[in-house]
């Protein structure tokens, strides 16, 4: 009993990552997209993608509104690799993350990411709270904090 009881202690602290399972996961050609037990959609990009185009977003939406099944979610994206963003695909971001996402994190690894992030927040003015990270596992926690 003592030891079921210390589990649920250990398992309830915040500094302590859960354990995460993919409930659903989606491969596309450029990345792929998982709903989390956690309650929150990833994307994790092949090596070597710089940028999104507009067809790789609509891909991505779609799939977005299916695995989050009608449900904003906190919305995950390892952006290390993310160097240029087109001012077409950035409208179509800002006018369609709310469809998918309640809050949207991502890390980054760069001046140029960073830069692009700014940039895109400051002209684009997102409808969720958006946050920028060195590493995943502090995106994660922030985002469990969006959780129902």
Known sequence: MATFITLIILTNNPNIPPIVTALKTIQLDFGTIELRSDNIISFEPIEGLTTFTMDQLTVMLNVFLEISEGEPRPYFSNNYNLKSLGGKERIYITENFHRFACAFAMTENSAVTRFITHT???????QIPVKMFKEKEPAYAWLRTFNK
Do not use: N, V
Request: glycine share 0%; net charge positive.
């Open 120 to 126: 895109f927040m400051a002209i684009s003015r997102p």
